[in-house]
């Protein structure tokens, strides 16, 4: 089964208006002649429109770093996502460590996010990931698996195979500490089977798992010659045009 790579870029809350501009036009030019590999990234909110306008008629997916499961209403201080679409988004990133362990979302509001999502057409990003605790208490499968269950909640097959899922380990966020392949690869090939047991085999070889933390120009090769690794989702090193050029021409 083959999975197309996606090398995303979750800008955050960073970036002024014109540099998120820039940013995204240098991406434009990075995807020049670039074939089987897919290239998103995630302005915050306000940038979106702006960025539409640079990636209009390219190949670059547009995504926000959130959204409301309901279209429309009284959610003060939520996007919808008929107004992430109407923007240009395509792609919608779900349940980020920051969002879950800053903003205290959990698994019940984040299904409900991306089953919102789904019902108007983006592609969610669903990010799971243990902390440290849970991981030097042995509990990253256990951890894992019910984010995933949960966050997956209610959908069917048809549904699931839509989602893409983000492996970003907790402590790896921002602190220059990466998974090595292996330890990705042993928490991949664990989604992929949660996936398999709960839907089926075909659909969880479909699925694309992106790893990400610390993802950099040094680690990327390494990373992406894992088989069940299928892109990235790249925080810090995605805000430098030279550094994400590195990242989306992984060796393959
Ligand atoms: P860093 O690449 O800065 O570790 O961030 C990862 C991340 O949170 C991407 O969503």
């Given at each position: 089964?083959?999975?197309?790579p996606?090398?995303?870029?979750?800008?955050?809350?960073?970036?002024?208006?014109?540099?998120?501009?820039?940013?995204?036009a240098?991406?434009?030019?990075?995807?020049?002649?670039?074939?089987g590999?897919e290239?998103?990234?995630?302005?915050?909110?306000?940038h979106?429109?702006?960025?539409a306008?640079?990636?209009?008629?390219?190949?670059?997916l547009?995504?926000?770093?959130n959204?409301c499961?309901?279209?429309?209403?009284?959610?003060?201080?939520?996007?919808?996502?008929?107004?992430?679409?109407?923007?240009?988004?395509?792609?919608?990133?779900?349940?980020?460590?920051?969002?879950?362990?800053?903003?205290?979302?959990?698994?019940?509001?984040?299904?409900?996010?991306?089953?919102g999502?789904?019902?108007?057409?983006?592609?969610?990003?669903?990010?799971?990931g243990?902390t440290?605790?849970?991981?030097?208490?042995d509990?990253?499968?256990?951890?894992?698996?019910?984010?995933?269950?949960?966050?997956?909640?209610?959908l069917?097959?048809?549904?699931?195979?839509?989602?893409?899922?983000?492996?970003?380990p907790?402590?790896?966020?921002g602190?220059?500490?990466?998974?090595?392949?292996?330890?990705?690869r042993?928490?991949?090939?664990f989604l992929r089977?949660?996936?398999?047991?709960?839907?089926?085999?075909?659909?969880?070889?479909?699925?694309?798992?992106?790893?990400?933390?610390?993802?950099?120009?040094?680690?990327i090769?390494?990373?992406?010659?894992?088989?069940?690794?299928?892109?990235?989702?790249?925080?810090?090193?995605?805000?430098?045009?030279?550094?994400?050029?590195r990242?989306?021409?992984?060796a393959?």
């Open positions: 089964m083959s999975r197309t996606l090398l995303a870029g979750n800008w955050k809350m960073n970036l002024a208006l014109d540099e998120a501009v820039q940013l995204a240098a991406v434009v030019e990075s995807c020049r002649g670039l074939a590999r290239v998103m990234v995630a302005p915050a909110f306000l979106i429109p702006a960025v306008r640079v990636l209009q008629g390219t190949s670059v547009l995504a926000g770093q959204m499961w309901e279209k429309r209403g009284a959610f003060t201080g939520e996007v919808s996502g008929p107004m992430l679409k109407e923007a240009g988004a395509s792609m919608v990133i779900l349940g980020h460590s920051e969002r879950r362990h800053v903003f205290g979302e959990d698994d019940e509001l984040i299904n409900r996010r991306l089953r999502a789904l019902a108007c057409d983006l592609t969610p990003i669903l990010c799971l243990e440290l605790e849970e991981r030097e208490a509990q990253i499968f256990e951890v894992l698996e019910g984010q995933l269950l949960r966050g997956l909640g209610g069917d097959p048809e549904e699931a195979n839509r989602v893409v899922l983000a492996y970003e907790v402590w790896a966020i602190t220059g500490r990466t998974a090595g392949p292996e330890q990705a042993e928490v991949h090939a089977s949660v996936l398999a047991d709960r839907f089926e085999k075909t659909l969880a070889e479909s699925v694309r798992i992106l790893y990400g933390g610390s993802v950099n120009p040094e680690n090769d390494s990373l992406m010659a894992e088989p069940d690794i299928d892109g990235a989702l790249v925080g810090g090193a995605a805000l430098k045009s030279e550094s994400f050029d990242i989306i021409h992984f393959s």
